[in-house]
């Protein structure tokens, strides 16, 4: 059974800092891994997508890797804002046809303090 | 940008009544889900839906839950009698095969809050 675990549980990290959020997972035949945000009480926002093949992808100021083989993942904040403050999910599509279902860590929550 | 639209933001309902939760998936998408997130807890997958069957389901959707696609755009996720254990906040999603195939990205809803005491 797909385990997805995500260290910290909680970071604090001054206005303008870089930082990167850790995701594991304990079975590699993975289809992706998705990096999600969510504010509270709020919806979850795709922010990064990669796929198995893939090693990594970024978006503006999000740079997402992926280490399938050993089943980490981060995610690279660079010159974060307090508007970066969220919690971030992460969560990964296992493999085969058929397997829709993503599994989903227990997030980082993440403060920006200005 | 299109959005995956979620009524009501919040329920609150009897125990053993029942309630139904809608969504309207985005507007060229053709896979559909329900995940929902127990408060504290992490994110949890319920069912998938695609050409008008479920096509995967976890053990959590049992037989007091059920999924409809009434017409055309949206997609209700019925359940029969609630129980305490319900409460949590249940996410529509939906995902485009044409962007990807299962590498499309899921894009979710901002949720029902149900509530039932």
């Known amino acids: 059974k797909q385990e997805v675990t995500q260290i910290p549980a909680a970071l604090s990290v001054p206005e303008g800092e870089n930082l990167v959020l850790n995701c594991s997972f304990t079975?590699?035949?993975?289809?992706?891994l998705q990096w999600f945000r969510q504010d509270p009480g709020k919806g979850l926002t795709s922010l990064l997508l990669i796929q198995s093949s893939q090693r990594e992808q970024t978006s503006g100021r999000l740079n997402a890797s992926l280490d399938k083989s050993s089943g980490r993942s981060t995610l690279y904040i660079a010159a974060s804002q307090p508007g970066d403050s969220a919690t971030y999910l992460c969560?990964?599509?296992?493999?085969?046809?058929?397997?829709?279902?993503?599994?989903f860590g227990t997030g980082t929550r993440l403060t920006i303090i200005p | 940008e299109p959005e995956v639209t979620q009524t009501p933001s919040h329920q609150v309902t009897q125990m053993g009544q029942e309630v139904i939760l809608r969504c309207v998936p985005i507007?060229?998408?053709?896979?559909f889900y329900w995940y929902r997130q127990i408060l504290g807890q992490k994110v949890e997958f319920l069912v998938s839906?695609?050409?008008?069957?479920?096509?995967?389901k976890s053990e959590i959707f049992d037989d007091q839950f059920s999924v409809e696609r009434p017409d055309g755009s949206n997609f209700t996720l019925k359940i029969r009698s609630t129980k305490l254990e319900d409460s949590a906040m249940y996410f529509c999603?939906?995902?485009?095969?044409?962007?990807?195939?299962?590498?499309?990205?899921?894009?979710f809803g901002n949720g029902t809050r149900l509530t039932v005491t």
């Open positions: 839906f695609y050409n008008n069957e479920i096509s995967e």
């Open positions: 079975d590699s035949a993975i289809y992706n």
């Open positions: 507007s060229n998408h053709l896979y």
């Open positions: 999603a939906s995902s485009d095969p044409g962007q990807g195939g299962y590498n499309s990205p899921l894009h």
């Open positions: 969560a990964v599509r296992p493999g085969g046809f058929g397997n829709e279902k993503l599994t």
